[in-house]
């Protein structure tokens, strides 16, 4: 046990310096990249650049993918910034998790005394000092008060500084790797630093989940732990112990399509409800933030990440997903303007080129919308986003970022959503709690 | 009557008062009431004072980690870690006299000679850990190199202690980091690695070099 620990931390750089290297190394890598697509150019002066850009993606994606930790956050929100995520991207976005080593039992000691000023033993009647996983920023252990289960959420010390400083190390490369301007990509990093800085204060983690919990609390199907707010600080969290099983091993059970579409369900009502009642949404849809109880409902465990969506967001995007709004062309133009998908410089054949290749993507997007149930185990819906996503990816249009920034967390929860019930291969009845709009149209 | 309580409380509150050390030992002890003999009785100068208060944190914490209900679970690597975690703990709450105390020392490569005594408290508390465990397979028993284990802790306490007196940030979790980081290391090289398996297979190579002859190659 502990000798598989110790190597799974050895096999991830850990240190500021051996991430600085590994980024180093990539840099180097996509330099050579450009060196071969230059030489070969110098043969052949027809070669365009999409070989270059798949290279690169490539080294990219397999540097990123080993440095885990929020180094791997920054590469899942930029991919996700074109808007549709590549599907070999999806399949690492369940593992994708800030990776610290685990901390040691003194350590855990250490912080319950410096914010409770006891140890965990003086605290819950019983505690275990072996953590049971590993949280997105920290660990979670088991104890027991008053014949309660708890859940105890400890966050790693240091996270924030390692989020500011990784970002820190990602940016120059990004600008460099995406193509894009320091000043455009600006925008996105800040709003993923904030989130990601967010998800560190575990006071607020706790404010929230018990905000949400209650608003969510009339869904069918959907349960929440308690929360004791006197037994959470800065860094600890303790809640109650949600027995279940995670997605993975639920879907191993080999459900009956009644269960999984009732699980699907509570999902999408989940986050239908928070979108469209309280405007603030739950970002993290990470299979591992969500439990199966053995009656068959949803635990919904981790508030870290939420989304606030602003009106001037709001309202323009879902008149386009739920309303027959990209049926009038100047209209869609407008709200795509609102969005700034389309930008005030561009040119007419600009326009003319993203109102199309935009509204294709809002209309794929928008299709479990447009019904009042909808599949989610057609595999060809989700082939048609994947390939559409991995299109637009190469094209030379979209190298430059569009879009406001609230797209990053936004797309990242519905996509992510979309995902699990595709896993779930669940039939949900989309029309529960629907967009509600004003009349955009004037 | 004088304590060395008491006159080491009176220490601490001069210097952190004046923010240096009294004239003499005659006026220190005139302000305090009490004779020059009685202080000599205790220590025989000021800087032996001091050395003696950064014993009491040494002795201080390790007397209270003992009687952590886990301490007997605790691994040697846990037992080392506590005893960090505990003693700069302690500490925070001196740490006007323990900065004071630290930023007078000559910059020297070797340890400040008021942690002389609490280095005697530090290497005794260190061997018995290091030697658990050596016993328990823990921690790998080397020639020569496992009798400088202690040494290389108390490098590291130096480190930590020196990174402790410039650490701003709140409830010094940076120190907490340095703790966590660097014991981890500490103790990863005190464990059986690959060099180990290196040296051995190089003995084994070594031993074994007319191998090649034998077989023909």
Known sequence: ?442 | MATIDSIQSAYIDYVLTEGREPQSVYLFAKNNEMTEEEFYRYFGSFEAVEQNIWADFGKKTVTEIKTQEVWPQYSAREKALSFFYSFFELLKRSRSFAVYSLKKQPRALSSPRVLDNLKVIFENFADEILREGIETGELTDRKFFSKRYKDALWMQFGFVLKFWTNDNSAGFEKTDEAIEKGLNVTFDLFQRSPIDNLIDYGKFLAKNGSLKEKMGM
């Open chain 1, 1 to 442: 046990m502990s000798e598989d620990k110790a190597q799974e931390q050895n096999s991830i750089p850990t240190s500021k310096v051996q991430r600085s290297a590994k980024f180093v190394k990539t840099g180097l890598k996509v330099g050579g990249n450009y060196i071969k697509h230059y030489s070969k150019k110098l043969f052949n002066p027809d070669l365009d650049r999409t070989e270059l850009n798949e290279d690169n993606a490539t080294d990219i994606y397999e540097s990123l993918s080993e440095l885990k930790g929020s180094a791997l956050k920054v590469a899942q929100m930029l991919s996700m910034d074109k808007n549709i995520l590549p599907k070999a991207y999806v399949d690492k976005f369940s593992q994708s998790q800030y990776n610290a080593p685990p901390l040691s039992g003194p350590l855990i000691v250490q912080t319950f005394k410096k914010y409770f000023g006891k140890s965990p033993e003086q605290i819950y009647d019983q505690f275990n000092l072996k953590s049971t996983n590993a949280a997105s920023i920290g660990q979670v252990h088991q104890a027991m008060l008053n014949g309660q289960k708890l859940a105890v959420k400890i966050q790693y010390p240091g996270v924030g500084d390692s989020i500011s400083s990784d970002l820190k190390l990602v940016k120059p490369f990004a600008f460099r790797l995406l193509g894009m301007s320091e000043k455009e990509l600006d925008v996105y990093m800040r709003e993923v630093e904030e989130r990601l800085l967010e998800e560190t204060d575990y006071e607020l983690e706790v404010r929230r989940s018990i905000e949400f919990s209650n608003a969510c609390s009339l869904l069918n199907n959907v349960v929440f732990p308690t929360y004791y707010p006197e037994l959470s600080s800065k860094r600890i969290i303790t809640m109650s112990w949600l027995e279940g099983q995670h997605l993975r091993e639920f879907l191993q059970t080999n459900p009956s399509q009644e269960l999984r579409n009732q699980i699907g369900q509570a999902l999408w009502d989940f986050y239908n409800f928070q979108q469209h009642e309280l405007r603030a949404v739950h970002a993290d849809p990470h299979p591992g933030n969500f439990m199966i109880t053995p009656d068959g409902k949803l635990g919904i465990i981790d508030f870290g990440c939420i989304k606030e969506m602003p009106e001037d967001f709001y309202y323009p995007f879902f008149s386009l997903t739920s309303t027959n709004l990209l049926d009038d062309k100047d209209e869609t133009i407008k709200a795509f303007r609102k969005l700034e998908m389309i930008l005030p410089n561009d040119t007419p054949q600009q326009i003319e080129f993203y109102y199309n290749m935009y509204r294709q993507m809002i209309s794929l997007f928008a299709k479990p919308y447009m019904s009042n149930t909808f599949n989610f185990s057609q595999t060809a819906f989700f082939d048609e986003l994947y390939g559409f996503g991995e299109m637009i990816a190469r094209m030379p249009e979209f190298k430059q970022a569009r879009g406001v920034k609230h797209f990053i967390y936004v797309n990242r929860t519905n996509f992510g959503l979309y995902n699990i019930l595709h896993e779930l291969q669940a039939e949900v009845r989309t029309d529960t709690y629907k967009p509600h709009l004003i009349n955009v149209a004037e």
